[in-house]
């Protein structure tokens, strides 16, 4: 039986960027290798770093899929754990170490006995980076694989270990990548007439793009639009020639994301106008949609896990986070659900240390969802 605490333990040692899995996926295919050995219904197919793993049904009239997410981030670990990351720069910050392992642990709990309709467990690379799950499905990496309905986790650190939330609409936002570059004329700090400074006009386009929010966007839905990098300039007494900025768009619907995606637009070429100046500006969507849970499935899970003994369910608002695993949903029906691990860091954070209890209870709680789905 998987020992949860060590494959955790092993996997967050060794987080990798998305698509660079190369140590991850290797560690889960001895692992995988080991559970399906001698299961003559079992498959194993990897696309580039990712890993399909599908158990054939003996009475199939649907497929169900469970998706995990494999890669990290580039982030410096600051726990101080035993066990903290090898890899310089590079962290589980999200969490993925706690989705392979839960994972890998509801696979062995599948691997039981052969189930009546078809499961599909995808290890799936690239969510924080390059959008798997749409490069995926692009490759058509599923080929008759792809599932009837799919199901993914997410830890939450405010979350108690035990709860588990969701609800039967949107549960993360769509977000979009942004970056502008404002290219002006360099010059002398005493001839700012000879110039076109590129930090006023960035710093003009700051101060307006706040509108966007407050202004065009209706109260009710909201989004978000935020600018967490500004470079620009080499010195003081240097007029910068460019400024360039990056930031994120998110909404909860994609037809909210293009309105805002279009006046973020419009109020950069509009001060790069005004400013005699040029502007590149760089949107990438790709797979980043709204997570829309299937409100009937969503159901479903919900009072599935209403009346399981261990388990606190939660009817959530929908965040601000973003997840590819909405690209997925878009082409097949399914649903995703928070999971509690109680850290007072949140994802993404230096820190984030999740606790390792939620792990056992992860596994109970995906496995026997998926061996209801499975015998329906």
Same mark, same amino acid.
Request: aromatic fraction near 8%.
């Given at each position: 039986?998987?020992?949860?605490? =060590?494959?955790?333990?092993?996997?967050?040692?060794?987080?990798?960027?998305?698509?660079?899995?190369?140590?991850?996926?290797?560690?889960?295919?001895?692992?995988?290798?080991?559970?399906?050995?001698?299961?003559?219904?079992?498959?194993?197919?990897?696309?580039?770093?990712?890993?399909?793993?599908?158990?054939?049904?003996?009475?199939?009239?649907?497929?169900?899929?469970?998706?995990?997410?494999?890669?990290?981030?580039?982030?410096?670990?600051?726990?101080?754990?035993?066990?903290?990351?090898?890899?310089?720069?590079?962290?589980?910050?999200?969490?993925?170490?706690?989705?392979?392992?839960?994972?890998?642990?509801?696979?062995?709990?599948a691997l039981e006995k052969q189930p009546k309709n078809n499961l599909l467990f995808l290890f799936q690379p690239a969510e924080e980076n390059e959008a798997g799950g749409m490069l995926m499905y692009k490759a058509q990496a599923f080929g008759d694989w792809l599932p009837d309905q799919f199901y993914g986790l997410?830890?939450?650190?405010?979350?108690?270990?035990?709860?588990?939330?969701?609800?039967?609409?949107?549960?993360?936002?769509?977000?979009?990548?942004?970056?502008?570059?404002?290219?002006?004329?360099?010059?002398?700090?005493?001839?700012?007439?000879?110039?076109?400074?590129?930090?006023?006009?960035?710093?003009?386009?700051?101060?307006?793009?706040?509108?966007?929010?407050?202004?065009?966007?209706?109260?009710?839905?909201?989004?978000?639009?935020?600018?967490?990098?500004?470079?620009?300039?080499?010195?003081?007494?240097?007029?910068?020639?460019?400024?360039?900025?990056?930031?994120?768009?998110?909404?909860?619907? =994609?037809?909210?994301?293009?309105?805002?995606?279009?006046?973020?637009t419009t109020i950069a070429e509009a001060v790069a106008a005004a400013f005699d100046m040029d502007v590149e500006i760089e949107l990438k969507q790709g797979g980043y949609l709204p997570v829309e849970n299937n409100p009937k499935l969503a159901r479903e899970l919900m009072d599935f896990f209403q009346e399981k003994?261990?388990?606190?369910?939660?009817?959530?608002?929908?965040?601000?986070?973003?997840?590819?695993?909405?690209?997925?949903?878009? *082409?097949?029906?399914?649903?995703?659900?928070?999971?509690?691990?109680?850290?007072?860091?949140?994802?993404?954070?230096?820190?984030?240390?999740? *606790?390792?209890?939620?792990?056992?209870?992860?596994?109970?709680?995906?496995?026997?969802?998926?061996? *209801?789905?499975?015998?329906?």
């Amino acid at each position: 039986m998987l020992d949860l605490i =060590q494959t955790r333990r092993d996997l967050h040692q060794i987080p990798e960027i998305g698509l660079e899995e190369f140590e991850t996926q290797a560690y889960l295919l001895d692992v995988i290798k080991k559970l399906i050995a001698s299961k003559d219904f079992v498959e194993l197919r990897t696309w580039r770093t990712g890993i399909l793993v599908y158990l054939h049904g003996s009475q199939p009239t649907k497929t169900i899929g469970w998706r995990t997410d494999i890669d990290g981030l580039p982030v410096n670990e600051q726990t101080g754990l035993p066990f903290a990351s090898k890899h310089q720069g590079r962290m589980h910050a999200c969490g993925h170490d706690f989705h392979m392992t839960i994972a890998l642990g509801s696979l062995e709990r599948a691997l039981e006995k052969q189930p009546k309709n078809n499961l599909l467990f995808l290890f799936q690379p690239a969510e924080e980076n390059e959008a798997g799950g749409m490069l995926m499905y692009k490759a058509q990496a599923f080929g008759d694989w792809l599932p009837d309905q799919f199901y993914g986790l997410h830890v939450r650190p405010d979350l108690k270990v035990g709860q588990i939330a969701t609800n039967t609409h949107t549960l993360f936002a769509g977000t979009c990548e942004i970056k502008i570059n404002f290219k002006g004329k360099g010059g002398h700090a005493a001839f700012p007439h000879e110039a076109k400074d590129a930090v006023v006009a960035a710093s003009y386009f700051i101060t307006q793009v706040q509108s966007v929010v407050s202004r065009s966007v209706n109260p009710i839905e909201g989004a978000v639009v935020t600018f967490g990098v500004l470079q620009a300039g080499t010195t003081n007494n240097v007029i910068a020639e460019t400024a360039f900025l990056h930031g994120t768009i998110r909404s909860l619907t =994609q037809e909210m994301s293009l309105l805002v995606q279009k006046r973020v637009t419009t109020i950069a070429e509009a001060v790069a106008a005004a400013f005699d100046m040029d502007v590149e500006i760089e949107l990438k969507q790709g797979g980043y949609l709204p997570v829309e849970n299937n409100p009937k499935l969503a159901r479903e899970l919900m009072d599935f896990f209403q009346e399981k003994e261990g388990v606190e369910l939660i009817d959530i608002e929908p965040a601000m986070t973003g997840e590819d695993f909405g690209y997925l949903l878009s *082409k097949v029906d399914g649903v995703m659900f928070w999971l509690g691990i109680d850290s007072p860091y949140a994802l993404h954070h230096p820190q984030m240390s999740p *606790k390792e209890e939620a792990l056992a209870i992860g596994v109970e709680a995906v496995s026997s969802f998926l061996a *209801k789905k499975a015998a329906e």
